[in-house]
Every structure is written in C-alpha cells, then in structure tokens.
C-alpha cells in the first residue's frame, strides 16, 4: 500500500549528485532531533492522512529511543444517484508509539538501522449510507483499539548534520478490538511505517 512512499525515498536519495555527499558524524550520544512521520499519501488521496509528531534522543552512540503522537483520518465520500443523497464513511485515529534503534556503524551519510517498537491506537468510524434525497439516515458508529509489538528495519539519509530523511519496514504482532459489531482480530506480519522527516538540533 505504501510502496510508493519507498519508490519516492528511493529516487530522492539516488538523485542527490555525488558531489554533495559528505561523510558527516552521526548517530552520537546526545544527539537529538523532532520527528515528522507521513504515511498513507501514497495513493495521493487528499481526504486520507496517517502520521505523527515525535522525538529522538541518542542515549549512546549508535542507540536511540523515539517516541511519537499518533494521527490518522480517512474521509470517503460516495456521490448518490440522482434523487439520493451521499454516502460517507469517516475515520478518526489517535495513538502513541515508541521504540529503539540501533544504528549499524558507518561512517557516511546513509545510516541503516535496526530497532523494536510498542504502539497503541485507538480510531471511531462513522458511516453514513445514501438515502432518498429529503429521507433521514441513519448512521453506524463503531470504535477500534490496536496494540502493535515488532521490529523494525530501515535507513537514515542525511542530507546535512541537521536534516534527515528515513524510511524503514516493521514486522510485528498487532492485536485489534473493534465494538459494533464485537471483534478481536491478532495479526503477524509486514507492514510499512512510511517516511519520518527529522530535524537535529
């Protein structure tokens, strides 16, 4: 779903000239930055957002722990048929998440980096069906809570000591709870986390 994103960061570092690279000190104790996290632009649906504001401190050189706030929204709207009105189906997230990295030694400007991470989401949806234009509708609401637990795998390109750009994988276990209607959903698998943008200072 996200693999566009990667395409993206991909191309944006094998477009830097070469002559611009620089071996820079990073990854150091004490470093630390705020983080941007963009995920789920992919499709370049404007009514869709996932993605978070964050931190990272270096507690030794090479070993980091981030922390991050969680948004997400995903408004739909299907045009109704002439004589009907629309229907919607709305989605409203917010969560918190943390982890480790460890950043393998290497002494340029691409940093790749292993880590684990915890997260907690919570998200309400609202849909709406299409009625007679003039009918009243009615409305399902339904809630879901996620908690994740993984790994994560991926690469740190700094443009300068101060600006960043990563884009990295998780495997992991998730558990969801989704009320109306009752569910409990466990999953083990991939997924991608999309693009954080750093700024050290």
């Known amino acids: 779903m996200f693999r566009y994103a990667f395409i993206f960061a991909a191309a944006l570092f094998l477009v830097v000239p070469s002559s611009q690279a620089q071996t820079l000190k990073v990854a150091s104790a004490g470093d630390k930055a705020l983080l941007f996290n963009f995920s789920g632009l992919s499709t370049l649906n404007l009514g869709s957002y996932q993605g978070g504001i964050g931190g990272k401190y270096f507690l030794s050189d090479g070993m980091a722990l981030r922390g991050m706030l969680l948004f997400g929204m995903n408004n739909n709207t299907t045009k109704g048929t002439p004589g ?7 989605t409203l997230s917010f969560g918190i998440g943390g982890g480790l990295e460890y950043h393998l030694p290497l002494s340029s400007s691409v940093s790749p980096y292993l880590g684990g991470m915890l997260q907690f989401t919570t998200s309400s949806n609202t849909t709406t069906p299409s009625v007679f234009t003039g009918g ?66």
């Open 136 to 201: 009243t509708a009615t409305s399902t609401k339904t809630s879901l809570t996620n908690f994740g637990i993984g790994g994560v795998a991926g690469v740190e390109y700094f443009f300068n000591k101060n600006i960043s750009l990563s884009a990295e994988y998780q495997f992991g276990v998730s558990f969801s709870n989704e009320t109306n209607p009752d569910l409990s959903t466990l999953q083990l698998g991939f997924q991608t986390a999309g693009l954080t943008f750093a700024v050290y200072f």
């Open 84 to 90: 009907f009105t629309d229907a919607t189906d709305n």
